[in-house]
């Protein structure tokens, strides 16, 4: 059972333009959502992370976006560059849960100079 | 702060050899060290979860006898891939999450390369 589903896939952006990867998720006892970055051959980075008390996070120019009555949230990277070019991954885990991870599909991203 | 290392980074060896990788928090005392294993353009896998000083708990469909899993610290857990074959080759990804955190998060390695030969 695939517990996070993540789109699109691939996507690519404009240099300046917002990249913006939605996931949504199935058990409503997740209590953490954080966002990975990964660039080939690499391990993946923690890029930003929420909690379902908030709807909003904003780190630079990154944001994440929370609907907990959807089971939604979304990644939005503002002024997007070529050097975010890599592959995002949205995750959720449960603390109760010994904090595993649970991964989305990942979005392999592309921002065109 | 928060760094985890990998050792080795990449490895190559022949079919049938046991292949050891090593993972390290450096800076920080991890409650519990997680595995996992990325194929070409897929997302992470978890293996199998490590406490110090007990079991690994592994995921179904993973041979605990094939991927052995020590965690004899807590800064340290090694991952042995046992009689290695070329269909074990992958990316091996270990994380691990920060005692006495009131958080959830989890610090990535750098990552193994495997390829067997």
């Known amino acids: 059972q695939q517990q996070v589903k993540q789109s699109p896939q691939s996507l690519i952006v404009q240099k300046g333009g917002i990249s913006i990867i939605n996931c949504a998720y199935e058990?409503?006892?997740?209590?953490?959502f954080p966002w990975y970055q990964q660039f080939p051959g690499k391990g993946p980075a923690l890029l930003i992370a929420?909690?379902?008390?908030?709807s909003e996070k904003k780190e630079g120019r990154f944001t994440i976006s929370f609907n907990k009555s959807a089971k939604q949230f979304s990644l939005h990277i503002m002024d997007s560059q070529p050097g975010d070019s890599a592959t995002y991954f949205c995750a959720a885990s449960l603390r109760n849960a010994g904090n595993m991870l649970t991964f989305g599909g990942g979005t392999r991203l592309m921002v065109k100079p | 702060g928060a760094v985890v290392s990998q050792h080795p980074s990449r490895v190559i060896c022949k079919s049938g050899t046991s292949v050891k990788i090593e993972c390290r928090s450096l800076?920080?005392?991890?409650?519990?060290m997680f595995w996992y294993r990325q194929f070409p353009k897929q997302s992470l896998m978890l293996m199998a979860t490590?406490?110090?000083?007990?079991?690994?708990?592994?995921e179904q469909g993973v041979e605990k006898d094939k991927f052995l899993i020590n965690h004899a610290s807590l800064t340290l857990s090694t991952l042995t891939v046992t009689s290695a074959h070329p269909e074990d080759s992958s990316f091996y990804i270990c994380?691990?999450?920060?005692?006495?955190?009131?958080?959830?998060?989890?610090?990535f390695g750098p990552g193994t390369r495997l390829t067997v030969l």
């Open positions: 994380s691990a999450s920060l005692r006495g955190s009131s958080y959830n998060e989890q610090f």
């Open positions: 800076d920080f005392q991890a409650t519990t």
């Open positions: 490590s406490n110090e000083g007990s079991k690994a708990t592994y």
């Open positions: 058990n409503t006892a997740f209590d953490y």
């Open positions: 929420i909690r379902p008390d908030v």
